[in-house]
């Protein structure tokens, strides 16, 4: 059975900062793009960031640039982002996603993802 499951929310203070983990469960992460997203509540959901299958090519949103990074270690099945400088805003559930075939110009678009983790809550609060 394929399985995502996110781990590494909390609460951080602004100006803080979150290490998220997707690890894959049921299959091998090696061929699929994976991707972040964030959910607040009563807003749609975002893409935050994305990597492609081999790590070469990574996305982002403008609103996170320069302080999330995103990496992939696929010996250990596991994809990271890495979240610094946090802002209340980036209070959300944050879901991980994983898909053979999405990235390019529309990452973004949680309908291009097939598979999905149940979230991890990280609230950005003093």
């Known amino acids: 059975q394929l399985q995502l499951v996110e781990s590494g929310g909390g609460l951080v203070q602004p100006g803080g900062s979150l290490r998220l983990s997707c690890a894959a469960s049921?299959?091998?992460?090696?061929?699929?793009?994976i991707g972040w997203f964030r959910q607040a509540p009563g807003k749609e959901r975002e893409g935050v960031s994305c990597?492609?299958?081999?790590?070469?090519?990574?996305n982002y949103a403008d609103s996170v640039k320069g302080r999330f990074t995103i990496s992939r270690d696929n010996a250990k099945n596991t994809v990271y982002l890495q979240m610094n400088s946090l802002k209340p805003e980036d209070t959300a559930v944050y879901y991980c996603?994983?898909?053979?075939?999405?990235?390019?110009?529309?990452?973004?678009?949680?309908?291009?993802?097939?598979?999905w983790g149940q979230g991890t809550q990280v609230t950005v609060s003093s």
């Open positions: 049921g299959f091998t992460l090696d061929y699929y793009a």
């Open positions: 990597i492609s299958s081999s790590g070469g090519s990574t």
């Open positions: 996603a994983a898909d053979p075939w999405a990235g390019g110009s529309s990452w973004y678009s949680p309908r291009l993802w097939d598979y």
